[in-house]
């Protein structure tokens, strides 16, 4: 029987893996430099934890069965519900704000296509319990850090920053009913996917000519100022709120040194329902890949989770678009190894393979990563395989050894000792 | 709307992600230190994958749903299926042999127990394409390396050895057909679990009463000359080749210095059908767990995945029992801490905030783990919130500030100094 992996999977051999845990741990490191917990939860919760609030398309997306109860459950297609009902669970017990990072699985039952698969890997990182632009701030700010650090410039990538609330406000003060806003979202957010012709013609048939206009003009605003060229604030009112609180974070990503990544961008919408206020993504600069990440403040979320009112504000990036990108400019060429060793033992004869078994098994004892050859092979040979397993140190078994020496060889310099056994075996790290 | 976790799984807040991390990373460095390079696969697979080789008990436990293609998928409920899948794919690019770790996610749609959840993770190593024996001692002393390494001595824990080779092999001479082997084995694995007189009784259904006396003789040999009052090896059947083995292996064990974890033990028999040499299970001595992990050779799995005969050996240790046997042999008493910190940033009056926010992201952008409070608050109160986050130092922005200085505190001593804010920025391992 001959077995297929699923589509839209992926394989991780050694190479792969290593290059997956080079992009992971990265995550785990930004996060942790920037005063985040990590939690996790389950792959699996109740279906209808899904169908709450993620929005249509994720519902629709979702792979979902049944246990032997009957009971309609699903695999989590991303964390941030996961998380609204752990906090929600010890809200009285945690101290905020809560600053926590997460590196799940996820699975959504797409089309594969490019940078889209049904099964990825997602770094999120969420702050709860903090009203203060600043949390919102932080959050870009940990995003970019990542960024930075693995070698994306201002000039591969910008953080595109909006606010929901300034799209909710103007979309009401053109004259959108409070009922269309919602699926209102979801297709402004399509905008950059769809050619412009279809766009238009598919507002225009949602909420009439004379608006779709006024949207388009307010998503292709440079400044916060032209907004005011097509809706007024008002002292007090959202619209002047949304615009204060954007200033704020510029503010702030200012002192944070990371101006030269950001810019404002009304077009940016986020397609998920929950969000209230600051939105972001991260896009190329080229344009052709989809967002790399995208976030923002969440502040009712915890509340439709039947917990309180707490505000929150978070991001979540998958590895593969992630990859794509960091692929395409040549960020991933240096070699990203499987396997490294402090010692490869070399046994030259068949006979004294017994003898390399114990050297080995003792290295290994006293913590070194060491390994050994199954077969006796020549010198050379077997060089060539420590040598291809980045082994930093050979420790040669051969005649040296009737007189209880082994002939220790530094694999950079070539240089070579011939020391005592027990010696060498007491403090390895001496010669 | 309030929603409640699955039942059979678990919630990882960071403090208890800080133990599961403790436990994961335990099993990568010693999986690393002992030579084998980590693969993962998909979390779901074609349904069929798991109907072939895996047994009943886990066919029955499947979590299985279809995509939207109608294709009947079902989530991992071990990696050994993929790992043969994997394997084959590239057979022969990959050189043998081949040592690979694993530390995956998997669920069963078991009935919750104590040492048994619905979702746990689980630690494999596989060596494949590789016969002798040696390849199983291997595996066998890097299971012990990580017990030994959190802990656990000759005094805790058992490495209960025999050979499924061997059981077949005194089975089918004790009379045993061989069609009644298959499901004999899954009712001899669970002697352990069973009264003595159910086991008793149930064998006698099976076989006889003739038979179940020699078989459960055979199951209480203690060493491998009193089998030999059971069955008579001759020269060259498989008996003998199968008892060699055993020495071999023991002699193996030996050799690498861990001959006091193990013991031979014939009533170790593993449930799945798909073993085929040396197996073994590790338990607590006190025997009020169940095994701690299990393995053995399995030189068939890839064939029966369509792949060529290739020999293979290999072991899975869960998360679940092994941290029950840890706690309650106090090793997990020590503090696996959730959050550390270089340095935490003090400002003493909400208007230094701004000069708080520069400073930790300056921190941060050096690579140093950094935070700092979001509200001011007295001295005392944020001195207490670096402590409870492990800070090493504290970095307090106060009267000093006016001069352009910064005060560094030695979160462990108490010690502090005061410095010019750009001369600690420049370089603050300096102070």
Redesign the interface.
């Known amino acids: 029987?001959?077995?297929?992996?699923?589509k839209g999977?992926?394989?991780?051999?050694?190479e792969e893996?290593?290059l997956?845990?080079w992009i992971v741990d990265g995550w785990k490191k930004a996060s942790?430099?920037?005063?985040f917990?990590?939690?996790?939860?389950?792959?699996?919760?109740?279906l209808?934890?899904y169908q709450?609030k993620s929005g249509d398309e994720i519902v629709e997306q979702l792979?979902?069965?049944k246990?032997?109860g009957e009971?309609d459950?699903a695999?989590r297609p991303e964390i941030t519900?996961?998380l609204a009902?752990?906090v929600?669970?010890?809200i009285n017990a945690l101290?905020k704000?809560i600053k926590?990072f997460s590196l799940p699985?996820l699975?959504r039952?797409e089309r594969p296509q490019k940078g889209r698969l049904r099964?990825f890997f997602q770094w999120n990182i969420d702050i709860i319990g903090?009203d203060?632009v600043?949390?919102d701030?932080e959050v870009i700010?940990t995003t970019v850090?990542y960024l930075?650090e693995v070698g994306l410039t201002p000039k591969d990538i910008k953080v595109k920053i909006s606010s929901r609330k300034l799209l909710a406000t103007v979309l009401k003060k053109i004259g959108v009913p409070d009922e269309k806003l919602n699926p209102l979202y979801t297709l402004l957010d399509k905008k950059v996917k769809l050619p412009a012709e279809v766009f238009s013609t598919t507002l225009t048939e949602q909420v009439g000519g004379e608006m779709a206009g006024r949207i388009i003009a307010f998503m292709g605003s440079q400044t916060i100022t032209s907004i005011e060229n097509i809706v007024k604030a008002e002292a007090g009112d959202q619209l002047e709120v949304a615009i204060k609180e954007l200033e704020d974070c510029a503010c702030?990503l200012n002192?944070?040194?990371?101006s030269d990544y950001c810019v404002f961008d009304p077009g940016i919408v986020r397609g998920l329902a929950y969000y209230t206020g600051i939105v972001f993504e991260v896009h190329d600069i080229q344009g052709d890949l989809r967002a790399i990440c995208g976030g923002g403040r969440y502040d009712n979320l915890l509340r439709?989770?039947?917990g309180p009112a707490v505000s929150a504000t978070g991001m979540g990036m998958g590895d593969c678009v992630l990859e794509i990108l960091l692929r395409e400019k040549g960020l991933l060429d240096k070699k990203i190894t499987?396997?490294t060793?402090d010692y490869y033992v070399v046994p030259i004869a068949g006979e004294l393979?017994?003898e390399a078994?114990?050297l080995t098994?003792?290295l290994?004892?006293k913590?070194?990563?060491?390994?050994f050859s199954?077969k006796a092979a020549g010198l050379s040979k077997q060089l060539k395989n420590a040598s291809?397993?980045n082994a930093k140190f050979c420790v040669i078994i051969g005649d040296e050894f009737k007189a209880g020496n082994v002939v220790v060889k530094d694999m950079a310099s070539g240089q070579q000792k011939t020391v005592p056994l027990e010696d060498f075996l007491g403090n390895p790290e001496k010669f």
């Open positions: 029987m001959k077995i297929l992996p699923v999977t992926r394989d991780f051999y050694p893996m290593a997956h845990n942790i430099r920037n005063g917990e990590e939690y996790d939860g389950p792959i699996f919760e109740y209808q934890m709450v792979f979902s069965f246990d032997r009971r459950l695999i519900p996961t009902r752990m929600n669970q010890k101290p704000p926590w699985r699975c039952a099964e903090e203060s600043l949390a701030a700010f850090d930075r702030r002192q944070m040194g990371i439709d989770f039947g499987s396997r060793l393979l017994d078994v114990k098994a003792g290994r004892t913590g070194f990563k060491s390994a199954y291809e397993q």
